[in-house]
């Protein structure tokens, strides 16, 4: 179940990996035209957030990921940042984002 915490900091870590994959697609595939677009950056954030969650849980349970839990953070807060609705979608932002969630999953989570 998305957000629940893991017993071991390893599933959380696949968690963590497979959400940030998923958030990613998602973001790679926006479109200013497309008009799911507001919906698509819910589910966006949905992800991230679960994402947290997961290395809150992987903190607890000793894993060493406070630089990670740090970034994802700021992906997040950026993400929010964006205006809606999608006519005044800030495209930059996006782009930001997906770069910074891209540099995080090459960091140690998976590769998009």
Known sequence: MPGTPSSTPSHAY????????AAFAELDSLSAADP????KMGEIARRLVTMR???IAA???GSPC?????QINAIIS???GVEFP????QWQRVCDTREALRR????GFATP
């Open 14 to 21: 696949s968690n963590i990996a497979a959400h940030g994959t």
């Open 86 to 89: 999608s006519e005044g979608l």
């Open 36 to 39: 799911q677009t507001n919906k």
């Open 53 to 55: 969650n997961d290395l």
């Open 78 to 80: 950026s993400i929010f």
């Open 59 to 61: 903190r607890r349970l």
């Open 66 to 70: 406070e630089a990670e839990l740090q």
């Open 104 to 107: 995080l999953l090459d960091a």
